[in-house]
């Protein structure tokens, strides 16, 4: 889990920092769907990671365990995931590989019992990156 923790937090940093710097843009540069920084916060860093979790693993591979590789499951998570990430083309794509990470991170700790756990918690933390990233 290390492993992909450090993975997604890499990407992370490279997608806010070369959405800065090539793109020229920060991430939500243009348009905010949220009226201060305290409901950004809250959103982002406590409510997406569950949400997400549930709804871009978990769901994914409690649907298609039975007649989907996990490999498939994988894709299909980190699919779903980039394609509701759409602030700019480098953030989605980045995205994407951060929800493969996910998805893997979540199929190789499903038989644990945590796995919903401990991807919410790297969720959360690659989610903090990206705020303060942002906020900087």
Known sequence: TAIFLTMALSITYATGELSKIIVNQSINKGFSPFKS????????ILIA???ETFLFQYLPFKLTRKWMSPLLS???CGVIFSALHTYNWF?????????LLLGTAYYLKIDSG?????????HLFNNSVVFAISHI
């Open 74 to 76: 994988i894709l299909l």
């Open 114 to 122: 945590r796995a919903f756990i401990i991807v919410t918690a790297i």
């Open 37 to 44: 920084t305290m409901e950004e916060f809250i959103t982002v």
């Open 91 to 99: 953030y989605m794509i980045s995205a994407g590989i951060v929800g």
């Open 49 to 51: 990671p569950v949400l």
